[in-house]
């Protein structure tokens, strides 16, 4: 078992920086298109055969150091009541979209064996299959509570913010139904299986550093404290967190996951000697030649030093029309230039 990833999440040393790449099972892989072809979206992220199939994929096509269980953040939303449908080309889409007390009271606290049990067995066909560590994950309260309310995709979260600023008692009592949605859903997670979890807040990037105080640390806080009781690594993600990283260690995250916006460097001094870092390749330069891969690599390598402990990643998602020799040529680059 190569137990690198989990090392470098508690800050211990290592031979080498452990990587993998947020959306690693996806549709930049020809294996991937080729599983996805037979079976729609849903059906692939539960039925727990082809999802682990795919959730393997990466580890022996990239050479990654970890698996990242193959599902979706708006899976335990469907399971809180609502309806969910994949558009090809809208992407997610829930109906009746929550905007008002009643939507909030209707949705339930799911039980994850009840009503995801696809989730829990994915987790424990990998777990007597595979050779790195397994990260279960989940959205976070603020950036599952954007999908529900505008119903899907936004570019302003208008109704989001309508809600926050209108009706803040409503927001807040939504955001504490999510929480606990969440935290009963990691759980079940780890004691399946997941040997780190990660909190995926893409949108909480859109907030002010108030609204981000008063809206989204007091829930991931809660989240976290509930999770560390289960004593595996958590890793929290916020995409675009340049400006909230001062705020963002507070949630007291085993890793904080940065995107590629902020200088390496910039975050761990904002980050400090508590956490790890994750992070933090602009998923873009892997259009680049080779060579510039490398150099980019390196240079995130350095930087990476810096923090109590490195895991190399990009800054969000691996973009679909990535090609897959220049993801095994990063991956490779992590490796060799890391060697201590
Ligand atoms: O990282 C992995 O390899 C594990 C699988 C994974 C998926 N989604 C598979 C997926 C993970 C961790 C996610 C998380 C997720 N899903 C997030 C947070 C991460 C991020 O990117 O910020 C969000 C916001 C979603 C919601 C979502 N799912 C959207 C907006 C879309 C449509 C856009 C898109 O990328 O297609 C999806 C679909 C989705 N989730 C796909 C995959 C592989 C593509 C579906 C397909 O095969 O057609």
Known sequence: ??????????????????????????????????????VDFLTLCKTPELAATVTKQPVDILGVDAAILFSDI??????????????DKKGPVLSDPVR??????????????????????????????????????????????TYMIEGGSTKNFLNT?????????????????????????????????????????????VLTPEDYREFVLPYV?????????????????????A???SDVRKSNADVVGVDWRIDLRDAVKKIGKKCAVQGNLDPCALFLPKEKIEDRVKDILWKGELARGHIFNLG?????????????????????????
């Open 1 to 38: 078992m190569n137990n690198t990833f989990l090392k470098a999440c508690r800050g211990e040393k290592t031979d080498y920086t452990p990587v993998w790449l947020m959306r690693q099972a996806g549709r930049y892989l020809p294996e991937y298109q080729a599983v996805r072809a037979g």
């Open 74 to 87: 708006l899976i335990p939303v469907e399971a809180m009541g609502m309806h969910l449908e994949f558009s």
């Open 100 to 145: 008002n007390k009643s939507a909030v009271d209707r949705l339930t606290i799911p039980d994850t064996e009840d009503s995801m049990p696809f989730v829990l067995e994915t987790i424990r066909i990998l777990r007597a299959e595979l050779t790195v560590p397994l990260i279960g994950f989940s959205g976070a309260p603020f950036t599952l509570a």
């Open 161 to 205: 913010k309508k809600m926050m600023f209108q009706n803040p008692g409503l927001f807040h009592l939504f955001l504490d139904k999510i929480a606990a949605t969440v935290i009963a859903y990691l759980s079940s997670q780890i004691r399946a299986g997941a040997q780190a979890v990660q909190l995926f807040d893409t949108w909480a990037g």
């Open 221 to 241: 806080k809660k989240l976290i404290a509930e999770l560390k009781k289960e004593t595996v690594p958590v890793i929290y993600f916020v995409n675009d967190c």
């Open 243 to 245: 400006g909230l990283l």
């Open 316 to 340: 969000h998602g691996i973009l679909p029309e990535t090609p897959v020799d220049n993801a095994k040529a990063m991956v490779e680059a992590v490796h060799k230039f890391s060697e201590r």
